[in-house]
């Protein structure tokens, strides 16, 4: 299973990546005598309803949308690291407040949250990336904050505390290793939700803005044609589907490769 998403990941980050200047079609030239063309050896993915490549436009969008991807997952693993770390090692009223603050945020669902932030700030990628990275950290900071405070009580931590070692020590060099393999996994288990969020964003107009694509707002704008030009969506929602699962087959295959989570 592992193999397999990893094989799929590198298809669509080669694609997405040396794609663009191959297919040899600038995503945002309007063409208004190719307006709706049907998959075609000269246009694989067909065109759009301003004559645009399909194929180009979902090359190209595959780049925002995994910028905005890997832009989120590290927000989302220092916020989440560093909340589980400190709350689940000192513990007490600190401990308390952070998880409080977790419960509160775990209570609401993460796309409504995503999409208030993204409403208080100006539409673009860095809105996106802001938006679902502010609202993903939650659950990791769980997991995290659980795996350490069994890691705390660990004899190789008592050691290391008898010897003399800071708190700091403890925390970074002896705790943080150790609970970096939950961390991990958990992330990438994310990432596929985060491609689904940003594809939410972008399809509600809050994401990336006109005529640069993502496939979310690919989706978005042609959902009108889906009866008459059905290419227009299909295969920005296939590269989307395609991408998630194959981060969901990734954090399972890591998952059991690990033993974590059993």
Sequence with gaps: MTRAAVIILFVI???????PPISGYNPVRIDLDAIKLSPSPEHPFGTDNKGRDVLSRTLYGGRVTL????????????????????????G????????????????????????GISILMPPGILSVLIAIGSVGWVGLARLVRGQVVVLKESQQVEAARALGASELRILFVYIFPQSLPVALVALSMKMGGFILSEAALSF?????????PTWGSMIGQSRIFITSAPWMVTFPGLMIGFAALSFNMLGEGLRDRLNIFR
Excluded: E, R
Aim: glycine share 18%.
């Design 92 to 115: 007490g009223k600190l401990d308390l407040l952070l998880m409080g603050i977790v419960d509160i945020l775990l209570s609401f669902p993460t796309l409504l949250l995503a999409i």
């Design 204 to 212: 509600l107009g809050l994401g990336v803005q006109p005529p640069w």
């Design 67 to 90: 910028l905005i991807v890997l832009g989120a997952s590290g927000i989302t693993f220092v916020i989440g690291m560093l909340v589980g770390l400190v709350s689940g090692y000192f």
């Design 13 to 19: 980050i080669l694609g997405v990546v040396a794609g």
